[in-house]
T-cell receptor
Framework: KNQVEQSPQSLIILEGKNCTLQ??????????LRWYKQDTGRGPVSLTI?????NTKSNGRYTATLDADTKQSSLHITASQLSDSASYIC???????????????FGRGTQLTVWP | NAGVTQTPKFRVLKTGQSMTLLCAQD?????MYWYRQDPGMGLRLIHY???????AKGEVPDGYNVSRLKKQNFLLGLESAAPSQTSVYFC???????????FGPGTRLTVT
């Protein structure tokens, strides 16, 4: 069964600290993996998209890694800021079969809270 | 450049009433999507469109209909609202299937 599991479910850190969020997936065949940031009451915003051949991708203080062999990804946030408080969603895209759209599998998200 | 916009932002319906949610994008994207987001669950795809005049069912299409008469607009309709349709609805668009999806701000719908 194609699934995306994220851990931890929630995380509290102090401002200025680093943290790492995890994403494990069982989606096959694999197309790409995306990390989104969703602020409370807003729509998700894309942070990174990685294909099978990419191991690491950065977007400012956000660095995503992908191990396609073990089907694991992580999102590392460096020097956290209060504005990083949000839900971080891992999304895995699989190739569609018999349909016009590759299926997107959404994780339930990790709720990050940054305290001053 | 407004990106993806949704109207209305909030709505309360009584069971059995109907309504239409409007999504508009100004990025000339071919692909558009409607999702629902419920507490403790990931986003779930309701319907999608790969171009003007085309629509297709997603993961949870029952109770919803859609139309894509113009490339920039994607409408989501509820013909007879049910309490189970209480949710936050997000519209998204993308240039192509494997490209980044841009999300709207969401519509919070409550069905009593």
């Amino acid at each position: 069964k194609n699934q995306v599991e994220q851990s931890p479910q929630s995380l509290i850190i102090l401002e200025g600290k680093n943290c790492t969020l995890q994403c494990n997936y069982t989606v096959s065949p694999f197309s790409n993996l995306r990390w989104y940031k969703q602020d409370t009451g807003r729509g998700p915003v894309s942070l990174t998209i990685m294909t099978f051949s990419e191991n690491t991708k950065s977007n400012g203080r956000y660095t995503a890694t992908l191990d396609a062999d073990t089907k694991q990804s992580s999102l590392h946030i460096t020097a956290s800021q209060l504005s990083d408080s949000a839900s971080y969603i891992c999304v895995v895209s699989g190739y569609g079969r018999g349909s016009t759209l590759g299926r997107l599998y959404f994780g339930r998200g990790t709720q990050l809270t940054v305290w001053p | 450049n407004a990106g993806v916009t949704q109207t209305p932002k909030f709505r309360v319906l009584k069971t059995g009433q109907s309504m239409t949610l409007l999504c508009a994008q100004d990025m000339n994207h071919e692909y558009m999507y409607w999702y629902r987001q419920d507490p403790g669950m990931g986003l779930r795809l309701i319907h999608y469109s790969v171009g003007e005049g085309t629509t297709a069912k997603g993961e949870v299409p029952d109770g919803y209909n859609v139309s894509r008469l113009k490339k920039q607009n994607f409408l989501l309709g509820l013909e007879s609202a049910a309490p189970s349709q209480t949710s936050v609805y997000f519209c998204a668009s993308s240039y192509a299937q494997t490209y980044e999806q841009y999300f709207g701000p969401g519509t919070r719908l409550t069905v009593t």
